[in-house]
């Protein structure tokens, strides 16, 4: 009587086990589910952290400001302007500046000069805009190509007297006046003069590697002008020396000719020889020179072959005018010694 009660409770004791199991593993699951979704939440807090850092380090660069834009622009405007420049500069010549050498007649002098003021200002507005390190460095390099181009347009400028003086010099030989071709030959150096300041300024002031910031102006470009300068400058003051030449000969012929027409034909003949000697010296002298040219200085090939024709001419003239034989200039030649 007592077991059946006690079993009773036992069974109803075990039916409540089993129904607060139930519930107990009904509340585990919900526990589990975080488990379950650690790994989303680790992910979703991982990646915005990532993605936000990498955004704010990146926003300067991908996105510029207000004032680093203006800066570029400005920046370009002077970049655009020297390109203008560079292309005014050779013109017509070739494909680079080089093209625009000594004997390029076609050089825009005030089309460059006013490009390189408009540059000036513009640089002056880049540098209050410039806003970054690197936007800063940028238009000092735009400075300094400025700079050069101002002095290498200078330079052009008084390199392209010195060649046209060579001509006038040219013409007066032609034409027998010593006195005019004097003094086209001391413009000419006057000339040749001028230029070796503003060529100074190039190579103090200036670099390849700043003038590589233009294009139109690599380091190639820029060496290769300030050789050819050099070499221009140099050639026109070794002239002076065949060119000195060449106004003594025409000088002496100018005196033959005056004594002829004096009446004094055997002073005058003897002044033909000694012009004669002194052209044909001249003229082997100025080939000597065009063939010894070095190549940046290739523009005074063409005159320089020129006048040693002419001079050669002129001494055969005055053989010919004063009737002068082999003969005469050996046997002038051994009394001029002979008197020395």
């Keep these: 009587m007592e077991r059946r009660p006690f079993l009773a409770l036992l069974a109803t004791a075990v039916a409540g086990c089993n129904a607060t199991s139930d519930p107990g593993t009904q509340t585990s699951r919900p526990t ?18 990532d993605t936000a850092t990498s955004t704010a380090t990146d926003a300067p660069t991908e996105t510029p400001t207000s004032e680093e834009r203006r800066a570029r622009e400005a920046i370009a405007a002077v970049e655009s302007t020297l390109g203008a420049v560079v ?21 825009g ?12 200002r513009e640089i002056e507005r880049a540098r ?8 800063a460095a940028t238009v000092e390099r735009l400075a300094t190509t400025r700079r050069f181009l101002a002095a290498a347009a200078e330079v052009q400028v008084a390199l392209l007297g010195a060649y046209r003086h060579l001509q006038v010099a040219r013409d007066a030989f032609a034409d027998t006046d010593a006195g005019a071709a004097g003094a086209a030959i001391d413009e ?39 050789e050819q300068f050099d070499a221009e400058m140099r050639a026109f003051g070794a002239l002076r020396g ?4 060449f106004t003594n000969g025409v000088g002496k012929l100018e005196s033959a000719l005056a004594l002829r027409r004096n009446g004094s034909a055997e002073q005058a003949e003897r002044t033909a020889r000694a012009a004669a000697r002194r052209l044909d010296s001249a003229s082997a002298s100025l080939a000597a020179f065009a063939d010894g040219l070095d190549t940046p200085a290739d523009s005074l090939v063409e005159p320089s072959r020129a006048l040693s024709d002419l001079a050669a001419a002129k001494a055969s003239g005055a053989r010919d005018r004063f009737e002068l034989s082999e003969e005469d200039e050996t046997t002038g030649t051994a009394e001029s010694r002979t008197r020395g």
Excluded: H, N
Aim: glycine residues 6%; proline residues 6%; charged residues 25%.
């Design 128 to 135: 209050e805009a410039a806003v970054t390190e690197r936007q």
């Design 242 to 245: 065949p060119l000195g030449e």
């Design 87 to 107: 292309e005014q500069y050779r013109g017509d010549a070739g494909e680079t500046i080089l093209a625009t050498d000594a004997s390029y007649t076609g050089f």
């Design 109 to 120: 002098d005030r089309s460059v000069q006013a490009g390189v003021s408009e540059a000036t």
């Design 188 to 226: 000419m150096d006057t000339d040749r003069r001028i230029a070796r300041g503003p060529y100074r300024t190039i190579v103090e002031e200036t670099t390849a590697e700043a003038t590589a910031a233009l294009p139109a102006l690599d380091a190639s470009t820029y060496r290769g002008k300030r």
């Design 32 to 49: 589990e589910a975080p488990t379950a979704t650690t790994a989303p939440s680790d992910t979703a807090t991982t990646t915005p952290t």
